[in-house]
Each structure stands twice: as C-alpha cells, then as structure tokens.
C-alpha cells in the first residue's frame, strides 16, 4: 500500500473510531459512544507502558512523542513477552501501524521473530497466544520458518493458530469455558476475542468472533447487577471477591452496560484493581457494537429471575478419570441483590468463588459470603503437571494466599451448596486432615445492621437487602480492616442463609418477623449430615452432603440443568445454540451454522 | 588412548599451571581414585577422568605431553523450569529455560528462549537436541542456536522426551496428557495412550537393546510396551506416581523407577516383576535416578526432602549424602560419564550443586533459586 493509499485508511479507521455515530448506532445505547470517547480520552492521558495506552494516546492525537517512546520500549525491552504481549502488540500494531514510522513497525514484527512468545497454561493465556499468533500470522504471511519465533512458517502459525481458536470456540459455545465468570479474567477473554473481531480477515472468523464476544458479555449480563458480575465464579482475586466493582469486569460493564453510573477509575473506593492494563481501550476503539438485546438483559432488573447453566472444569490431568466435568451454577436476581452459587468442591484451583450474595450499595465491600480456606499439592496436582508435593508452595509463590488460613477464595471438597431462588444451605464436612479446620464468613463493616437474634439468625440490613444467617455451629467474631470474619471452627459444619428485600419484604423488621417463624433442621447432623429448611416463601429443602438435594419432596438433579436457563437465556448442552430473549426480542447463536439469526 | 600425557597422582598440593598452547591448565585433586580434573584459564575442561598421573616433574616445568587427553567433549543439558525470583510482571526476572555447560558443569552457557518452562532436554546420537517444555516439544539441529515447536496445540505439558539410542528420528514424549511419538524428527506426532486408563505420564524410557520395549511412568504405576508405544500394559510394580523409569547403564535387564509416595522399586528381568528398594522409611518420594557409569551397583537418588541417597550395593541399603546441600529437594541428578566423582544436583527452588567427590560433599554451582527440573549429558 502507498503513503496515499495508508492515509487514506488510516483517516478511515480513525472516523470510524471517533466518529461511529456518523455510521450509525444502534438503539438505546446512544450514551455508549459518549463513555468510550470518554474512556479513549481518560486512557490516552495516563502514563501507564503497554500497548493500550499507546493506542489510545494516537487515537486521541495526545502524548505522540511519549507513545512512540513507550512503543519503542515495549519492543526492544525483551524482558517483556508471552500471550499476554503477543495480542496486544499485534493489535496495537494492526490498529496504528499506517501512523507508526517503519522503524517501529519493524521492531513489532521482529518481536514475533525473537522474543519468548510463551504459550502459558491456562484457557485465558492461550485465547490470548493464539489470538496474537493468528493475527500476526494473517498479516506477515508466506514467511518461512526462520521468520518466526517458535520456527514455524506463517501458514504453520496461522494453521495451528486456526486450529486452536476453532476448538476453543467449539468447546466454550457448547459445554462451557473452564475460566467461567471470571470478574477478573473477564478482560482476558473479551479483550482478544474483540482483537480477533477487528482484523481477522476471514469472514468466518470474523463472525465466530462477533458470536463469542456476544456470548461473553450475555452471559455476564444475567449475572450482572450495577457493575457487580454476581455469583460463584471460577477463578477471582480476593481483593475482588470481597469488593466486587474493584474487578476489573466493572470497567466493562461501565462502558458496555452503562453501569455502575460512576466513573470507576475515579473512585478510589472502587477502584479497578486492574485499571493500569486498560485493556478496555480495545472495547472503546473496537467496531464491535453490543446488541441492544445484551444491553437489556444487562439492566432490567424489574423482575426477579432465577437463571442456571452448566460450565466446565478446566482440564484434569490428575487424579481424575473425566477431563471436563460440569460445572452448575444458580444465580437468583433482583433489582436489589443476587444470591448465586456453584455446587461446590473443586471445580477451580486455587481462586474459586463458591457463592455469595452481592446487593446494590453504594459502599465498597457490598457482598456476604462463607468458604472453607482448603489447599493441597494434590489438589493443584489436578490441573498442573509438576510435583504435587512442591505445587502449593509454588502457587502461594505467585498468589500470596493460596495456603493462607485466612484467604477469601477457595476451592474446598469439603463445601458442597444447595439453592433455591433466594435461600441457600451450604454445608461442611471438614476432613481431620485438613490444613484450615475451620470455616469463615466475609461480613462487611459498613453494613447498615448486623444483629445476632436470640432465635440463632444473624440479621443483616444493606440498604434495601436483607440477609438471615443461621449458623449449624457455634462461631466468634474476628474484626479486621473492612469487614468482621465470622469463623466456626466445628468440622462437620454449615449455614442457612435466606436473603430479602424491601420489595419483597417490607421492612427490615417485617423480614426478620418472617424468617424467625422457622428455623433448619439439623437434628444428629454430625453423623447424618443432612439439614432441612423451610424457606419463607414456603419451599421445603432437604440436603445431605455428599447425598440428595430435594425440593418440596423432589429429588434436584443437577445434571439436568441446562447450558443456559433463565428468562434472558437459553440453550442445551452440546447443541451449539444459544437463544437471547427480552420481551419479543430474541437474538440467537448458531454456532454448527456460524450464524446469527434475530 | 593416544596422545595421553601421564602424571603422578596425587598431584603436589600447591597446583603448578601447566601451559597448553593458550590454555593455561591446573590439576585439581578432586577425586581419591587416581582422577584428575584439569581447570583451564579459557574454560575448558581436559576430561582427564581416566588420565593416570605419573609424573610431577611434568608439571612441575610446566609441560604436558600433547596433553589433548581425551578428545571427547561431554556437554551437559541443564533445564530451569522457573526461578523463586521470578515475579508476575517483573522486568528483571531471572532468565531460565535450557543451559549447557562442556566443562563439567563449572560454566553455564544459556540457549534458546530466555522465559520457556523448560522440564528437560536431550540430545539424540545425531546432535539434535530435543526439549521438552511446558508449550510443547523444542527441537534444535545446529547446537541450540535456532528452535522449532516441534508439536502443535494438542500436545502440552510435555515432561520428558527420549530420543531412540539407534534411530535418532524416533522420539517419544511424555506429557500430562499421555505418550506422544514421532519417527520423523519431530514433523509428525502421533498420540500413544492405547492401554493406559489414566494419560498423566512422567517418564518414558527406551531400552537401549530394543527399541520396541518402552517403559512410562504414570499417574497409575508403571506401563510396558512392547510395540514402540502402540500398546501399554501395566506392570505389577505396587508403586503409584511414577515420576521416573531408567534403565541401569550396566545391565540392560534391570530397570529402576522412583515414586510420589512408595520411594524406589526395580526390575531385575526387563520389566516384568518389580520390588521395592526403598530407601528407608522417612523420604519416599524419588523424582530421578542416576548410576555411577563406572562401578556397577552405585546408585543415587534425588529426594523430596531427603536430599541425595547413595546405595553402593544395588539398591540394598542407602545412605543419605547431603554435606553442603542447603535445598532437600533434589528433582536431577546427573553423575559425570567421564569422572563419575563429579555429580549435579538440580533442585526445586535452590538451584544447582556439584559435588567432586562422588557426592560426600556438595557446592552451590548456579542458578539461585532455581528450579532445576532436568539435568542430562551427552
């Protein structure tokens, strides 16, 4: 391409960059282009070394001369490097590489023939690889071996890149991701499958990757509540567990859903532990346009909802005989609260949310929720390859907390869960050898009201949620920083917890009238293990750990829930079809036809 | 044997330099058994193992007798999985990945890619050196100066790859998703799992006799196969978690596996009945198994916890070696071919040692922190 011919693309992408109204916006979402203009605006102004920030600084025309400084350094500092550079370097390089002098242009390309472009071991790392690869394959084509970093030829990359992308989609669109949910790694699935959208080449690609964003942000969207992403989640960073519009999926739902109404990177309260990346530049320049059905599912909040679907264990290489066992998950929404959960066990090392209620507040810290602080080598055994008796020690290395007795993300096979809308038995069975015998609660402090009733609940109050908590066991009180740790120390353990609303409650009072009519029964628990509750609302709920969970007399069978369920979302495992319905709108996935069809 | 100069051993306390064309060497007493090291001032290493000293006055003026002794180079593949000074997002992370040293192990060269997970590597009869990295199969055909990935998508987590002794083309993988093998170099894998229940394999092992006889360590015991990988049985071993499988450099018959939790077992008929050979009741978990190339019947062990053992009578009894090993856990273990008193130790977290004296004793050698996952020699 010529100077004239680049200048003239490059002008291009530019106004279809800033300027997309020009070209059409869909409906409702008006207020979108204002928040990424925004967004583009506040990113180009920090100061932040990564390719994002460099993108935004040339889109907004501001700090060239630093964005080329910091460009040039991203390429020539070879410390830098892996999946996480790869995508982004080509990305920034396929969006800016008309305005970028040939010099650095070069060092791009030349980082994909000399640096440690690691593929990682995790879903998240490879989605990112092998998005770099593919895109970076696509644009430096007929390359031979020697061209390339891993020494293969731009048609071997870009094979095996294809390849990989094609089953990932497959699996994730018909029996789930294994890094489900994430409030965290959120941005690095969205982030390249965006990538992905705005420059493969090949149509049908391209379209999987519009599918696949549409997927991604549907299914945050019937979790989500204000910028919380609601619920059990495979893998989150304490910080973001007890603090949830801290994650980094905040900032998504910000620019996409309208929601939190804040500007989160300005609240410190909030603030997006993740916000230096700003990998949601991508979403701000990207062409990708959310569908106006996602946007709706995202923020109506007029009527309950229970929502359940199916997703996967990442892969078991240890010390299993299935690769991917299911993963079920229950999320009950209101337009106050959502309680939502996952069945419990290892589903995830190291980093899983089991359940929790999160409320709408406009404090930090607006969720409750208990675990069982488990680790063991042999749990990380599972889904890594090294010595089991070394892995904990290693993981704790990266993590901080993975063997800490105080850690407020586990995965235990001593915690299993039972729902029902918004009533929830949690149950422990906690083995003599466990490393943590006990279990805690995460209470936030600036709750409005935390009574102990004389009946055995403990009431809480947030603003227009209410939570009733009936410990099995006896417990104590540990205050820390921002919240008070609620602990019980018994071993064969559990808590009831029925969560309500000044909508369906009245009063704070008038709920606490309703729930101390009745209590669980738990009569022998420590040899039977079982526990039965009547709900408020009438509904009988019977659950054994390791046994049956029955409702109003029925046996719950969670392998018969669907990949998605709810008013919002719907669709069967393995059948590749994902339908989106809101009101007499219905928007749905084919993934066996590649198509879209509304 | 020709061209070997001869001295007198011991050699005088106070070493003499001793000039060869530019090398300037000094003979070190490390062994009691009538070897020598000889130490030039541009790193090369004489391989004098088997060299007989016989003269002092040769180096008393300062003269060797053509003294290239042994021609053979030996070079040492050092694999570093990771480093305790590694940090998310740090930008001066330790460099790790694969390392090689033709001295003996008192230099370390790095090659290849500075952030790769690197398990282990060899090189085959050929001179190709094969990888076996958390991203896949690495194959090199000039030294380690280029790379290739070998292996695509579906083949990861690759924990050892074994070259054919006979038919360098051939090679297997060991992988967290089962045995993978090529005949081509590396151009084609195919997956050879047919047989195991559980895929998670440590080790694969060729016997050096026949080609077709294979041996995997996996989650669930030892697997035999006869066909080159096409059918795996298991074998009575009562030994799960296999970590490792060698075959004993002195008798083709015997072969040796070291385990998570049941310690040490072998073979004494190819494979087909195994024993324990524990090494006593507090360090079960064996994660490598090296010879004395030179004396039949010395055998070491790398231990969780434990450091080194040592048996000198075939595995009946064992003795811990760990005189200046500051790390316990010890994942490699390689005992020179040329002077078996020169023994590495790789550990998990603390890097590598060296001892000279057959492991009585042992020195920090490099990588601090380090995890030095695999150590071989060719």
Redesign the interface.
Same mark, same amino acid.
């Given at each position: 391409m010529g100077l004239v011919g680049a200048m003239k693309r490059s002008s291009v992408i530019l106004c279809l960059i800033l300027f997309p109204a020009l070209f059409g916006v869909s409906q409702g979402q008006s207020s979108f282009e204002q928040r990424r203009l925004r967004l583009i605006d506040v990113i180009s102004g920090e100061r932040d070394k990564g390719f994002f920030t460099v993108t935004a600084k040339f889109l907004a025309g501001k700090d060239k001369e630093f964005a080329l400084q910091m460009l040039d350094s991203l390429t020539t500092?070879? !410390?830098? $490097?892996?999946m996480f550079y790869s995508y982004a370097a080509i990305g920034c390089y396929l969006t800016l590489h008309d305005q970028l002098p040939d010099s650095l242009n070069r060092k791009i390309r030349q980082a994909f023939r000399d640096r440690?472009m %690691?593929? $990682?071991?995790t879903e998240n790392h /490879?989605v990112m690889y %092998?998005t770099g690869i593919y895109l970076a394959a696509q644009t430096w084509p007929n390359e031979d071996? !020697?061209q390339w970093?891993? $020494?293969?030829s731009s048609e071997e990359n870009f094979e095996?890149a294809e $390849? /990989?992308l094609n089953?990932w989609i497959k699996i994730t669109s018909t029996t789930g991701q294994g890094e489900f949910d994430s409030p965290t790694y959120f941005i690095t699935f969205i982030t390249p499958v965006l990538t992905l959208y705005e420059f493969a080449k090949d149509p049908v690609m391209k379209r999987k990757a519009q599918m696949m964003a549409d997927l991604i942000f549907a299914d945050f969207a019937v979790e989500h509540l204000k910028g919380n992403y609601c619920g059990g989640h495979s893998r989150d960073y304490p910080e973001d567990i007890i603090n949830p519009l801290a994650a980094p999926a905040a900032l998504w739902a910000w620019l996409y859903f309208g929601e939190p109404k804040l500007e989160l990177w300005q609240e410190t309260r909030f603030r997006p532990r993740h916000r230096g990346g700003w990998e949601t530049v991508i979403g701000a320049i990207s062409s990708y346009r959310l569908p106006d059905i996602i946007f709706q599912i995202a923020t109506d909040r007029s009527k309950p909802y229970v929502h359940t679907e199916t997703k996967r264990v990442r892969n078991v290489?240890?010390?299993g005989?299935e690769k991917n066992p299911p993963v079920f998950k229950y999320t009950y929404m209101t337009s106050h609260y959502a309680l939502g959960s996952l069945q419990g066990g290892i589903l995830q090392p190291i980093q899983q949310h089991t359940w929790d209620v999160t409320y709408v507040s406009d404090k930090p810290n607006n969720t409750i929720f208990t675990l069982h602080p488990f680790y063991s080598g042999k749990e990380l055994a599972m889904f890594f390859?090294?010595?089991?008796?070394?892995l904990a020690?290693?993981v704790d290395? %990266?993590h901080k907390i993975y063997t800490n007795p105080n850690k407020w993300n586990s995965s235990s096979p001593y915690e299993q869960t039972f729902q029902h809308r918004n009533a929830i038995v949690i149950l422990y069975s906690i083995g003599k050898d466990a490393m943590h015998p006990h279990i805690d609660g995460f209470f936030p402090k600036n709750l409005d009201e935390r009574v102990e009733d004389t009946s055995g609940w403990i009431f809480c109050r947030a603003g227009a949620t209410y939570v009733a908590f009936y410990p099995l066991k006896p417990y104590q009180w540990i205050e820390e920083d921002v919240n008070w740790r609620w602990r019980s120390k018994e071993l064969k353990n559990g808590v009831v917890v029925e969560v309500g609303s000044l909508d369906e409650d009245g009063s704070f009072e008038q709920f606490k009238q309703r729930i101390t009519k009745g209590k669980p029964e738990f009569k022998g628990f420590d040899k039977k293990l079982t526990v039965q509750y009547e709900t408020r609302s009438g509904h009988h709920m019977k659950f054994t750990f390791n046994g049956e969970r029955i409702l109003n007399g029925k046996q719950v069978k969670l392998t018969d829930y669907r990949f998605f369920n709810g008013p919002f979302l719907q669709g069967d495992r393995r059948s590749g079809v994902i339908k989106m319905t809101y009101k007499d709108k219905v928007r749905a996935l084919d993934f066996n036809t590649v198509s879209i069809k509304e | 044997m020709m061209n070997q100069a001869q001295f007198t051993y011991p050699p005088p306390p106070n070493l003499l330099p001793v000039k060869e064309g530019k090398n300037v060497f000094r003979v070190c007493p490390s062994s009691q058994e009538g070897r020598a090291e000889l130490f030039s001032t541009e790193g090369v290493v004489k391989h004098a193992a088997r060299c007989v000293v016989t003269s002092c006055l040769a180096l008393m003026v300062g003269v060797i007798f053509d003294a290239h002794l042994f021609a053979q180079q030996e070079t040492i593949y050092m694999s570093v999985l990771n480093s305790r000074k590694h940090r998310l997002g740090a930008l001066d992370n330790p460099t790790v990945g694969l390392f090689v040293s033709t001295d003996a192990g008192l230099t370390w060269r790095h090659k290849g890619w500075e952030y790769t997970r690197a398990f282990y590597t060899e090189s085959g009869p050929d001179g190709t050196i094969w990888s076996a990295c958390g991203n896949g199969v690495h194959r090199s055909t000039d030294g380690g100066a280029t790379w290739r990935i070998t292996t695509g998508w579906e083949i990861t987590e690759v924990l050892k790859v074994k070259v054919n002794p006979v038919n360098p083309a051939t090679v297997y993988a060991a992988t967290g998703y089962g045995i993978f093998k090529t005949t081509d170099s590396g151009e084609t894998w195919q997956e050879k799992n047919a047989g195991f229940r559980k895929a998670f394999t440590s080790d694969v092992v060729i016997d050096r006799t026949n080609g077709s006889l294979l041996f995997a360590g996996t989650e669930e015991g030892i697997y035999r196969s006869t066909d080159g990988g096409n059918r795996w049985l298991p074998v009575d071993a009562k030994a799960k978690g296999v970590r490792t499988v060698v075959q004993d450099p002195h008798r083709t018959q015997i072969f040796w596996a070291g385990t998570d939790d049941d310690g040490v077992v072998v073979s004494r008929d190819a494979g087909k009945t195994w024993k324990s050979a524990n090494l006593g009741p507090q360090h079960l978990t064996v994660y490598t198994i090296a010879f004395d190339p030179a004396v039949s019947g010395v055998v070491y062990a790398g231990t969780h916890g434990g450091g080194v053992y040592r048996s000198l009578n075939d595995g009946r009894t064992w003795k811990q070696c760990t005189q200046g090993l500051n790390n316990m856990v010890v994942h490699s273990l390689l005992v020179m071919p040329s002077n078996p008193r020169i023994i590495l130790a790789g550990t998990l977290n603390g890097g590598l040692y060296r001892s000279t004296d057959g492991g009585d004793h042992w020195v920090f050698n490099s990588q601090e922190e380090g995890q030095v996952w695999g150590l071989s020699v060719r």
């Open positions: 500092d070879e !410390s830098i $490097g892996g440690t %690691y593929r $990682g071991d /490879w %092998y071996r !020697s970093f891993n $020494g293969k095996e $390849g /990989w089953q290489i240890r010390f005989l390859p090294e010595e089991q008796k070394f020690d290693e290395r %990266y | -």
